[in-house]
């Protein structure tokens, strides 16, 4: 039996956001009942799992996955909570996730602790036999939200009309949207990229064409194209709210890289300022960011590179080295844990976790795992074939880039 839910569009709210922000002594979770008395809005869930202890939940997981065995294989991003985060089979980052996934043909079921994205990356990499499932329907990603697929059309459209071109333009988009962004990629001639290998795509990109409209945060994109060179003359921004984006004609057609206006929330808290406060502490800092962090952070920082990048450093980072980082609090928090012979840290004093993916309480896991157990699919993610194939082209793309 499957019991499918539609995915509701919930908004992330200030009021959400801020309800999470917290000292590090605060971060494990609390009864789920408790978490929703913030006023967020999260999936409803059956109310036997509201009032349950961390305890609870810890000793119920890992009896019903003892139960099911290896038909069930958990995938845990890391930027989730540790009460989450240690049940997983495998933790990395999205894209990692999904193709470890599609390797074990054995688990039926993969229970992807992350957010819609990366569950629907996952369906589209997977064998048709396994069924992929997000324990909150909302645990969304605000970024992928921004770039709305009806919004993202219409700039296609529009962009395509005013350069008077097909083959003048080239999306390429970030692995952190929707699939129907990927598929629009993938069926008109563009690609997807991590942030590991934007700069590669990128390059790419321009050798398929003049211009570049790159999906959905304009940081990354930013970024990426000042280390290939690409001026910020050279670029505009795309504001889906104005007319042609808030551009002229002529501003586009003299442009390489269109930027969508859109965004990372935990990434943009990091400023200046805050790396200024890490090194006037300690002067033999070394400062670490994320490149969805904005151009200013980033240009102040020693040491830019994707999640797995910032894991990789630190980890192999000399004894008594000291790292200001710039990243998901999670994250953050276990790399701290993990190398006590350095000094680790988040750079922004208010320790905000991504609320999207904190979304993914014990007790939902909990939950989706007991009814597999009872032959129940709950919040299985589907893909219409068209848009899954022609995603799939554009991360095939990707992956021929060496």
């Known amino acids: 039996m499957v019991i499918k839910t539609r995915r509701p569009g919930i908004p992330i709210t200030e009021i959400e956001h801020s309800a999470f922000c917290k000292s590090e002594d605060e971060l494990p979770a609390r009864p789920l009942a408790e978490e929703l008395a913030v006023n967020i809005r999260w999936q409803k869930i059956p109310d036997q799992y509201l009032g349950s202890s961390a305890e609870e939940l810890d000793e119920r997981i890992r009896r019903v996955r003892k139960h099911l065995g290896k038909s069930v294989t958990?995938?845990?991003?890391?930027?989730?909570?540790?009460?989450?985060?240690?049940?997983?089979?495998?933790?990395?980052?999205?894209?990692?996730?999904?193709?470890?996934?599609?390797?074990?043909?054995?688990?039926?079921?993969?229970?992807?602790?992350?957010?819609?994205?990366?569950?629907?990356?996952?369906?589209?990499?997977?064998?048709?036999?396994?069924?992929?499932?997000?324990?909150?329907?909302t645990a969304g990603c605000s970024m992928a939200d921004m770039a709305p697929m009806d919004e993202v059309e219409d700039a296609w459209e529009d962009l395509e009309r005013v350069l008077g071109d097909p083959g003048g333009i080239v999306p390429v988009t970030y692995?952190?949207?929707?699939?129907?962004?990927?598929?629009?990629?993938?069926?008109?001639?563009?690609?997807?990229?991590?942030?590991?290998?934007?700069?590669?795509?990128?390059?790419?990109?321009?050798?398929?064409?003049?211009?570049?409209?790159?999906?959905?945060?304009?940081?990354?994109?930013?970024?990426?194209?000042?280390?290939?060179?690409?001026?910020?003359?050279?670029?505009?921004?795309?504001?889906?709210?104005?007319?042609?984006?808030?551009?002229?004609?002529?501003?586009?057609?003299?442009?390489?890289?269109?930027?969508?206006?859109?965004?990372?929330?935990?990434?943009?808290?990091?400023?200046?300022?805050?790396?200024?406060?890490?090194?006037?502490?300690?002067?033999?800092?070394?400062?670490?960011?994320?490149?969805?962090?904005?151009?200013?952070?980033?240009?102040?920082?020693?040491?830019?590179?994707?999640?797995?990048?910032?894991?990789?450093?630190?980890?192999?980072?000399?004894?008594?080295?000291?790292?200001?980082?710039?990243?998901?609090?999670?994250?953050?928090?276990?790399?701290?844990?993990?190398?006590?012979d350095k000094v680790v840290f988040c750079l922004d004093p208010v320790t905000c976790p991504c609320s999207t993916m904190y979304r993914i309480h014990p007790a939902y896991v909990l939950w989706v795992l007991e009814g597999l157990a009872e032959g129940q699919v709950v919040n299985q993610i589907t893909l219409p074939e068209n848009i899954r194939v022609e995603a799939q082209v554009a991360l095939e793309r990707m992956l021929a880039l060496k």
Request: glycine residues 8%.
């Open 74 to 137: 958990i995938l845990g991003h890391h930027y989730q909570r540790e009460e989450v985060i240690k049940h997983a089979d495998f933790q990395g980052d999205s894209f990692l996730l999904s193709q470890e996934a599609a390797s074990l043909p054995d688990a039926s079921f993969i229970v992807f602790c992350g957010v819609h994205f990366m569950a629907e990356t996952a369906c589209i990499l997977c064998a048709p036999h396994q069924k992929v499932v997000l324990p909150n329907l």
């Open 175 to 340: 692995m952190n949207s929707t699939a129907g962004i990927k598929a629009l990629c993938g069926r008109t001639g563009g690609a997807v990229c991590t942030s590991s290998n934007a700069a590669a795509v990128m390059k790419w990109g321009f050798q398929q064409a003049g211009r570049i409209l790159f999906l959905p945060d304009q940081h990354l994109g930013r970024n990426t194209g000042l280390t290939l060179g690409i001026s910020l003359d050279e670029m505009v921004v795309w504001n889906p709210f104005r007319r042609l984006g808030g551009n002229t004609p002529d501003q586009l057609r003299q442009a390489k890289l269109i930027l969508w206006q859109g965004h990372c929330s935990v990434h943009t808290r990091f400023m200046v300022g805050q790396i200024q406060a890490a090194r006037d502490r300690y002067s033999d800092i070394n400062v670490i960011v994320h490149p969805e962090c904005t151009m200013e952070t980033v240009q102040a920082a020693d040491l830019v590179g994707s999640t797995e990048f910032i894991r990789k450093t630190i980890n192999e980072a000399p004894p008594g080295t000291k790292w200001a980082v710039g990243t998901e609090i999670s994250l953050v928090h276990r790399l701290a844990l993990n190398n006590p």
